[in-house]
């Protein structure tokens, strides 16, 4: 019964997850739209790992705010050096697909998102950290790592981005093909990069070749009449020479130039630069903010009460252990301890039935003992046989229901990991009640710190979340009833700092919880919270009895709710019972609330007539 029961919720669960878990086409952050290569699992070896281009990549999360905030950024630097294509690509992998879950820690991704710069043929190797940076500086970090990868002897076959140093014009065309008509010689500055970005920008022209000289060779400005710098110079192969007129200093400005003066000499390949052009990106921002701005106001005038849903808390509870921690090659160090408190306060305070509980507990007893290191492969193995040996299911795929956005990349695993640890502050103050001396205060909380700091994926949520609890961690929190307040007020600070942020799920916008709907008491009308009342209220809402089992229906939570909420019963019964177990009460309820109707209907029916003859027994006796 029990077994069948849980099998029919992973069913149920998988199959909710193969329509809504999985982001495809609009709703995902890139699409085949823009000017970067989609990689993954399968095609990034082939694809990448032993090209002749070097690559930078970008390995984000579907579900990372600041991922999401940066894509734009991405998209604009891929089609800011799509003419460089041939030398250097741009790729993403989302990591949050599970299917590349091999492929992100075999290039230890560890926080998103992570940009790599990789050489040619680069099998193997890890790359090179590309800063996550405006798309200039960005655009001079790849030049910086593409001259190297020339100077150390790879990519010989792209154009070449070291200066000229010859004074000698004749060795100017020694490795020119026999397509190129003119050589043109950029003067400049030794650190200006615009040299080599006109070098690649234009590489495709079969007629030209670029090249960049710098004001150290002299004998070389002498020799074309440059007087000042930056300077344009145009050789032909008989050597000849003249210099081009510049607007003004910028990549843009030299490379209309040569653009036009090529046009004018007839080169027909210039179509080839003129191609290359993003305009298309500022209208879709404008877009999107008007169509955001008309969904908040729908937003706004019908807000919903909030409510706390296993299968989210189930969801967290799989994602970082299925996922999250998995991506790590070795967890050793701080990391470990951080992985055995995380694993030590699920067990204790995660409202699991019977065999989560066994499952948690072989966890616990497997990780606790391992004192060196554990290989994020070996734990994922490890999750898999104990969820076998325990009979427990945890969802594969992502399924949300109260943490569903409505679009996919909305919402989702930061939610359910926002209201997991709630669940686990507060249950460990509800289920401590009577001992309450022996609970750490800060049992729970700095267990999620070492979670959050080593293993969750969002690096700007890790980086803020570390400074909220230096700040106020320790001054704040000095009973296990503030470690509750305290997370609570932490996430209000992030529900304020990320109102508004392209991040905010239209449909379900940042406000300081609880609202004056949910809980009149909590707040007054300036806002002024009446903490004692928010924690009464949170020690409610994420109560064990108050989670919401995901594919009952209305009245059977309701059900199960009042069947759970007697204290002293639900202590009695410890927290062991299975969702099958409770469905199985609600059934024998039911059909004994049902005989019971029955047999009262039967009595006073038939009592009826007996009181009807006796009457008319009396009325005869009368
Ligand atoms: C530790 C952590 C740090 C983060 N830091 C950042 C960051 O720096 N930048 C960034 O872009 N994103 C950050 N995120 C993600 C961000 O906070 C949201 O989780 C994400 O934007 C999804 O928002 P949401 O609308 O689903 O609601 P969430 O903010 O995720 O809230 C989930 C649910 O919790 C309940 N809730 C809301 N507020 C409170 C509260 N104060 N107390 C108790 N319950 C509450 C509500 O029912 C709500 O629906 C962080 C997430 C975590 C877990
Ligand atoms: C990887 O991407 C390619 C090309 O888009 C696709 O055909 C393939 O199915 C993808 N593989 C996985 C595992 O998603």
């Known amino acids: 019964m029990e077994t069948v029961a849980l099998q029919c919720v992973a ?38 790992s032993i090209s002749s281009n070097a690559w930078v990549v970008e390995f984000y999360s579907s579900w990372c705010g600041f991922c999401k905030r940066f894509s734009p950024t991405w998209k604009d630097f891929a089609a800011d050096i799509n003419a460089w294509e041939g030398v250097i690509s741009v790729g993403v992998v989302d990591c949050a697909d599970d299917n590349n879950n091999p492929l992100c820690r075999e290039y230890e991704i560890m926080r998103y998102p992570t940009l790599r710069m990789f050489s040619a043929f680069h099998s193997g190797k890890l790359g090179i950290e590309l800063q996550k940076d405006s798309i200039d500086e960005m655009r001079h970090g790849v030049l910086g790592f593409l001259e190297k990868e020339q100077m150390e002897g790879r990519g010989s076959p792209w154009p070449n981005l070291n200066p000229y140093r010859s004074s000698d014009l004749k060795n100017l ?37 670029v090249r960049r000289a710098t004001t150290h060779n002299e004998a070389l400005s002498r020799l074309l009449g440059v007087a000042f710098y930056p300077c344009l110079s145009v050789v032909k192969r008989d050597l000849n020479s003249f210099n081009l007129k510049l607007v003004d200093n910028t990549r843009k400005s030299f490379r209309e130039q040569i653009v036009s003066f090529l046009e004018s000499v007839g080169i027909a390949d210039v179509n080839v630069v003129k191609s290359v052009s993003h305009t298309g990106v500022l209208i879709e921002k404008v877009e999107i903010s008007s169509d955001r701005m008309a969904d908040s106001a729908v937003a706004g005038t019908n807000l919903q009460q909030p409510k706390v849903y296993y299968q989210d808390l189930l969801g967290a509870f ?78 594969v795929l992502q399924n949300w229901k109260g943490c569903r956005g409505s679009k996919p990349h909305f919402r989702g695993y930061p939610c359910s990991l926002w209201q997991m640890f709630h669940t686990l502050t507060v249950n460990s103050v509800l289920i401590n009640s009577h001992n309450l001396h022996e609970l750490k205060p800060l049992e729970v909380l700095e267990a999620m710190l070492g979670y959050v700091t080593h293993f969750f994926g969002c690096e700007d949520c890790a980086a803020h979340f570390k400074q909220m609890a230096a700040d106020t961690l320790h001054l704040d929190v000095h009973t296990p009833d503030d470690s509750i307040l305290w997370l609570w007020r932490t996430h209000n600070k992030a529900n304020k700092r990320l109102k508004g942020d392209i991040t905010e799920d239209p449909k379900h916008p940042k406000t300081q919880f609880p ?25 409610r809402f994420y109560a064990r009895n108050n989670i919401n089992y995901s594919e009952t229906t209305k009245e059977d939570s309701k059900e ?5 909420s007697d204290d002293v019963e639900r202590r009695k019964l410890g927290w062991d019972f299975s969702i099958a177990d409770i469905s199985l009460c609600v059934v024998l309820y039911i059909s004994s609330a049902a005989i019971l109707i029955l047999v009262y209907i039967k009595f006073v029916l038939s009592n009826r007539y007996k009181k009807k003859s006796y009457v008319f027994d009396l009325l005869g006796k009368v």
């Open 11 to 48: 069913y149920v669960v998988l199959f909710h997850g193969v329509l809504g878990g999985v982001i495809t086409g609009d709703d995902a952050l890139y699409t085949s739209d823009d000017k970067v290569t989609i990689l993954n699992v399968t095609n990034f070896k082939p694809t990448v």
């Open 173 to 209: 065309w020694k490795d020119a093909s026999p397509e190129v008509v003119y050589v043109i010689i950029i003067f400049e500055e030794p650190e200006s990069y615009i040299g080599r970005e006109i070098i690649l920008d234009l590489h495709k022209i079969k007629g030209i070749q």
């Open 318 to 395: 799989a994602y970082s252990l299925q996922h999250e921690i998995p991506l790590h090659h070795h967890i050793t160090g701080q990391a470990l301890g951080a992985l055995q408190n995380y694993v030590k306060v699920l067990r204790k305070y995660f409202p699991l039935d019977h065999a989560g509980n066994i499952f948690a507990e072989k966890l616990q007893d497997w990780v606790i003992v391992k004192n060196d290191n554990i290989q994020g492969k070996t734990f994922e193995d490890q999750v898999k046989i104990l969820l076998v040996e325990s009979k427990f299911k945890l969802p």
């Open 515 to 539: 609202s004056r709907n949910a809980c009149p008491a909590c707040s007054d009308s300036k806002g002024v919270w009446n903490e004692e009342e928010v924690l009464r209220y949170l020690k």
């Open 560 to 564: 199960i709710t009042e069947f759970v």
